[in-house]
């Protein structure tokens, strides 16, 4: 997968950077949560090659904006702190 594939299929990183940064949200899904319904599913860091279990995972919520505007996204994520990279974003909610 190229970065410019990769670019196409993230989200914003100050979206994501504030929803990970969430300590109310952050504390509402426990991290057992994510990784039990998606760890098996999880992929790797395309760039470096880190496996699901050292990459960071955090739930991610779209900014109040989206959720207005019908495009709102929830769900768990997975980043490569080392490639600064969205790995995975497990949709758990939309509209």
């Not at 929803?19 to 992929?43: C, M």
């Amino acid at each position: 997968m190229s970065e410019e594939e990769i670019d196409d299929e993230s989200f914003p990183w100050a979206d994501v950077d504030a929803a990970r940064k969430n300590s109310r949200l952050q504390r509402k899904h426990s991290l057992e949560e994510g990784t039990d319904a998606h760890f098996s599913s999880a992929k790797a860091c395309p760039k470096c090659g880190a496996p699901p279990d050292k990459l960071s995972w955090f739930y991610f919520e779209s900014p109040k904006w989206t959720w207005e505007k019908l495009c709102g996204r929830a769900g768990w994520m997975t980043v490569c702190d080392k490639c600064h990279l969205q790995v995975d974003f497990f949709v758990g909610i939309m509209n």
